[in-house]
């Protein structure tokens, strides 16, 4: 099985920035991609960024610009650096692995964290 821990989220102001960090653990063999997805009140969840193993990323055109996706193999940790936040990137952001382990390849995700951008 796999865990997916994440934190770093909380209230900031428009313009301001926040850093997510999430952390994976347990039966891991080969961690394929890792990124962020967010869902706000009302809506679908919608991909924020992704890091494959060969370390191709990708992003949200929503997002380009003002945030940057970075992997920490050694650690199992993928980061999201958010700057120039906007009132309309507040969600629950979500973290997503794509890990084989023993037997397996599985999708997993974390519990989430808030973001709130206030205007």
């Known amino acids: 099985q796999v865990q997916l821990v994440e934190s770093g989220g909380g209230l900031v102001q428009a313009g301001g920035s926040l850093r997510l960090s999430c952390t994976a653990s347990g039966t891991i063999l080969v961690i394929k991609s890792m990124g962020w997805y967010r869902q706000a009140p009302g809506k679908q969840r919608e991909l924020v960024a992704t890091v494959d193993s060969g370390g191709s990323i990708n992003y949200a055109p929503s997002v380009t610009g003002r945030f940057t996706i970075s992997r920490d193999n050694a650690k199992k940790t993928v980061y999201l650096q958010m700057n120039s936040l906007k009132p309309e990137d507040t969600a629950v952001y979500y973290c997503?692995?794509?890990?084989?382990?023993?037997?397996?390849?599985?999708?997993?995700w974390g519990q989430g964290t808030q973001v709130t951008v206030s205007s």
């Open positions: 997503r692995a794509v890990v084989i382990g023993l037997a397996n390849l599985g999708n997993y």
